[in-house]
T-cell receptor
Framework: AQTVTQSQPEMSVQEAETVTLSCTYD???????LFWYKQPPSRQMILVIR??????QNATENRFSVNFQKAAKSFSLKISDSQLGDAAMYFC????????????FGAGTILRVKS | NAGVTQTPKFQVLKTGQSMTLQCAQD?????MYWYRQDPGMGLRLIYY???????DKGEVPNGYNVSRLNKREFSLRLESAAPSQTSVYFC????????????FGPGTRLTVL
């Protein structure tokens, strides 16, 4: 079974600085998708960025980028120019291509942004 | 489009009571999912429906039942609620195939006393 590990329960960053959130996963599949979701205090789950495993190029979305290391099974999220609105719980998730396309989530990292 | 909607938003039950959590999506998605979120554990899959007419167990199905009423609606039922089922419940939906992400509802906070 696939597992996702986020080793940082909590992180802090100064406004306008850069922070990196870590994620590792375990799978025997060769093709899959990885996601970072943001959950602000409103509880709504918001997709931040996704990465297809077959693509070597790291995904970027404005201030958000990933460092995808397939051989190491590592998928970290870098947030540049951090803003107060970035403060939230961040979840790394793995999506299998098996029947049902299920998501497996990590435990989450709380990101605090200091002004 | 409303996306994924869930009712109710909050609920308090006594041990042994039953209830049904409702979920509906208006995006014509094939697949729907129920997750629970507990502190320090992330979201865990309870049940899912890969397509209309099918349902399958996820990681933590015990104590729950589901019904895929039609393509739009996917309900989660607690027959005899227990304090261990105190959690936040999320419904999600996605297109069956491809790289599409899952879209989440706003969640239901359930407390079982």
């Amino acid at each position: 079974a696939q597992t996702v590990t986020q080793s940082q329960p909590e992180m802090s960053v100064q406004e306008a600085e850069t922070v990196t959130l870590s994620c590792t996963y375990d799978t025997s599949e060769s093709d899959y998708y990885l996601f970072w979701y943001k959950q602000p205090p409103s509880r709504q789950m918001i997709l931040v960025i996704r990465q297809e495993a077959y693509k070597q190029q790291n995904a970027t979305e404005n201030r958000f980028s990933v460092n995808f290391q397939k051989a190491a099974k590592s998928f970290s999220l870098k947030i540049s120019d951090s803003q107060l609105g970035d403060a939230a719980m961040y979840f790394c998730a793995y999506r299998t291509l098996e029947y049902g396309n299920k998501l497996v989530f990590g435990a989450g990292t709380i990101l605090r942004v200091k002004s | 489009n409303a996306g994924v909607t869930q009712t109710p938003k909050f609920q308090v039950l006594k041990t042994g009571q039953s209830m049904t959590l409702q979920c509906a999506q208006d995006m014509n998605h094939n697949s729907m999912y129920w997750y629970r979120q507990d502190p320090g554990m992330g979201l865990r899959l309870i049940y899912y429906s890969a397509s209309e007419g099918t349902t399958d167990k996820g990681e933590v199905p015990n104590g729950y039942n589901v019904s895929r009423l039609n393509k739009r609606e996917f309900s989660l039922r607690l027959e005899s609620a227990a304090p261990s089922q105190t959690s936040v419940y999320f419904c999600a939906s996605s297109v069956l195939a491809g790289a599409h992400e899952q879209f989440f509802g706003p969640g239901t906070r359930l407390t079982v006393l």
